[in-house]
């Protein structure tokens, strides 16, 4: 509905989170133009008529249907953008064809009543964050043409009086937006009489704070309603009666503590979350059109007594307290409990009397598809619960305290789609027998966090159409069980299975035959070290059709030189980080797109030509987090030119006792790694060989030179004789 701000209720159904179960314990700009210097008024023509054709241009390239730039506004298809310019006021030399005007962001500070005098054709006008603290009384005077009206983020608090008189002249206004110019019912009500003709309203972020039969009085056609983030903590009776064609009501972000009475009959989508809701009683035996209910994250204790007919189709019940309490120990607590609600309206005073143990499903549920009871205190759910909701297709019990959960007769519905059981207790899972082929619908089962050890045998293979199963953080093993385990989780013939995640299970080494008959494309085994036992080989029977592999901290590279991959060959997506892989992994085929090599041991790059081949496919990579060697680098070129490393700002390699990141480093490795490169040996005979070989000629020479006198002089010493 409008303003309801992106909440969609498919996506509230079934949403993702961590953490344990919640609830088991208590609770660039102008401005008009100055006289300026002489040289400044006469600039070069060509200059400016140069800037405006490179600026059509550009807009011409990009899509945009710009026909003109006028005072610093664009014209486009019969309208003027002036959004943002620092105007202070309506410009007065726009087509007077124009049909929408848009100012947002100027600081106009008071629409005057020449100020749209010169635009009669107007039909939508938006005035968003102008500051406007006054709107004079015939500012809209020969603007009958009008339908849109946006006032948001203004000061019209102020002077509403003078608002209230000029809204006279919108005799043809559908959609009227008053949020946040800080309001109160008062002032709504003299702004809204004059303009009976209104088809959807908003008043969002203002200081409302009940409301009563005279807010919205004659207004017959309102269709659409937002009362969102304002400080309503009642509604009288009556307040809406008039409202005979409204569809949508939002009244989210409010300090509503009850609705015990709700008779609202022609509404289709009502929200009411982020209030202080205890109770939801629609009133008994009428019609109701209502099709969206959200009461999500308020403070009701007891399902809700929902209305009849069976027409709502979702109903959003997210982080209350709600729970059903008939089976647990109430001793200080009657059987017969009952709650009673005085109501009254006018001289008419009634008394509504609610059973407080009343497991029943309160209101018509046969038409409900979307159910949302996630982040409250259940602890089980009643016999016959799920019974009677033979169209639900998505169903959210995540984060609840629910310890064990049995599947009766004709439970769960066959039109269920989607089951999200996570964040539980669950340590037991039962399926009445004969059960097994009554999950035809079922395509997404999240059982992930919870204190399973197994599961019902053959309920995923019986589930013809179950496509994603989520076991992860469960203590589990897969089929067939390994020694000392009772329980395992049979996988095998799961033919429709395409998604598995079994993250943080602590599980075996996993066999081949685990995954047998199954076609995933996508798995998830991270955080369970030794289920590969150092290699890829159990996942032989998977590795045709996998496309997305996560093997996260799964202790591989461990005694193994190079783990192959070449036999994966339709994998896009590959993450290895936090293992202990000491070179880089063999990839096959052209499809990777995606490789995180993060948190391992790796010391070098794959060699050039391995470099080229992955970087005609690679749109991703991370390197990070791993002692690079900067002399082992030979195929950093190649990942550099294709722009995909995504963590470069955070790659580093050592030098001798440097550390050097390689954003900073050339295309090739150091000069210094020229001397690394070279053998040892070689290096130390180069060195001294030239060196001996000197050694060798002076002693020679010496030898030479002297030999005569020496022998002379060692024979005197020794008195040998001499021969002369």
Request: glycine share 10%; charged share 20%.
């Amino acid at each position: 509905m409008p303003g309801e701000e992106g909440r969609s209720p498919a996506a509230r159904a079934v949403e993702e989170g961590g953490g344990g179960p919640r609830g088991c314990a208590p609770r660039s700009r102008l401005r008009p133009r100055e006289p300026a210097a002489l040289e400044m008024e006469l600039l070069p023509l060509w200059l400016c008529l140069g800037f405006h054709f490179l600026t059509l241009e550009w807009r011409n390239q990009s899509g945009m249907a710009t026909a003109a730039s006028q005072g610093g506004c664009e014209l486009v298809d019969g309208g003027a953008d002036c959004r943002g310019r620092n105007l202070e006021a309506v410009p007065a030399d726009l087509p007077a064809s124009s049909r929408r005007l848009l100012l947002d962001a100027n600081p106009l500070g008071t629409l005057w009543n020449h100020s749209l005098g010169r635009y009669p054709a107007l039909e939508s006008l938006s005035l968003r964050g102008c500051r406007l603290e006054r709107i004079g009384r015939a500012a809209f005077r020969g603007q009958a043409r009008v339908r849109s009206l946006a006032l948001p983020d203004n000061r019209l608090g102020e002077s509403y009086r003078d608002a209230a008189a000029a809204f006279r002249g919108l005799r043809a206004l559908r959609t009227l937006d008053l949020s946040g110019n800080a309001l109160t019912e008062d002032m709504v009500a003299a702004l809204l009489r004059p303009v009976a003709s209104l088809e959807s309203l908003a008043l969002a972020r203002n200081a409302i704070m009940r409301l009563d039969e005279s807010v919205f009085e004659g207004l017959r056609r309102l269709r659409e309603l937002d009362l969102q983030r304002n400080y309503i903590f009642e509604i009288e009776a009556g307040a809406f009666d008039g409202l005979a064609g409204l569809r949508r009501l939002n009244l989210a972000y409010n300090n509503l503590p009850c609705i015990v009475d709700f008779r609202l009959t022609q509404l289709r989508v009502l929200n009411v979350s982020y209030n202080a809701l205890e109770w939801f009683l629609a009133a008994g035996g009428a019609a109701f059109q209502l099709e969206t209910l959200d009461l999500s994250h308020n403070q009701l204790l007891f399902f809700p007594l929902l209305p009849g007919c069976g027409r709502l189709r979702t109903l959003l019940l997210r982080d209350n307290l709600l729970g059903f309490y008939a089976r647990l120990d109430n001793a200080s607590a009657p059987r017969e409990a009952v709650a009673q609600f005085v109501l009254l309206d006018g001289n008419e005073t009634r008394v509504r009397t609610v059973r407080l143990w009343d497991e029943a499903a309160a209101g018509d549920l046969g038409g409900l598809r979307v159910l949302d009871l996630s982040h409250n205190r259940f602890r089980y759910l009643p016999d016959g619960f799920l019974r009677a909701m033979p169209a639900l297709a998505r169903l959210s019990l995540r984060r609840n305290c629910l310890a064990s959960l049995h599947f009766r007769p004709r439970e769960p519905p066959a039109a269920l789609a989607e089951l999200d059981l996570s964040h539980n207790l669950l340590a037991e899972l039962r399926v009445a027998p004969g059960l097994r082929g009554r999950l035809p619908g079922l395509r997404a089962f999240n059982l992930s966090s919870n204190r399973l050890a197994g599961v019902p045998a053959g309920l995923f293979a019986a589930a013809a159409n179950l496509s994603a199963v989520d076991l992860s953080h469960n203590r589990i093993a897969l089929c067939p069980a390994p020694r000392g385990r009772a329980a395992c989780v049979d996988l095998r013939n799961a033919a429709a299975l395409r998604s598995l995640a079994l993250e943080g299970c602590g599980l075996p080494p996993l066999q081949e035959q685990a995954l047998r008959g199954t076609a995933l494309t996508h798995l998830d085994l991270s955080g369970n070290r030794g289920v590969l036992n150092g290699s890829v080989g159990a996942l032989r029977a998977v590795a045709a059709t996998l496309q997305v592999l996560a093997l996260r901290n799964v202790g591989l590279g461990r005694g193994l030189p190079e783990l192959d991959l070449t036999g994966f060959g339709s994998l896009r997506d590959l993450d290895l980080s936090g293992n202990a892989l000491r070179a880089f992994p063999r990839l096959g085929g052209p499809a990777l797109r995606r490789l995180d090599l993060r948190g391992n041991r790796l010391t070098a790059l794959p060699r050039s030509a391995v470099a080229e081949r992955l970087a005609r496919g690679l749109r991703t990579v991370y390197l990070s987090q791993n002692p690079y060697d900067c002399c082992g680098l030979d195929g950093w070129a190649a990942l550099q030119r294709l722009h995909a490393v995504a963590d470069l700002a955070a790659v580093t390699c050592s030098l001798s006792s440097k550390v050097l990141r390689l954003a900073e480093l050339p295309g090739g490795p150091p000069r210094d790694c020229r001397w690394e490169r070279v053998d040892t040996g070689l290096l130390y005979l180069v060195l001294v060989l030239p060196s001996g070989l000197t050694l060798l000629v002076a002693g020679t020479v010496l030898s030479l030179t002297f030999r005569k006198p020496l022998l002379r002089l060692i024979k005197s010493r020794c008195r040998w004789p001499s021969v002369y």
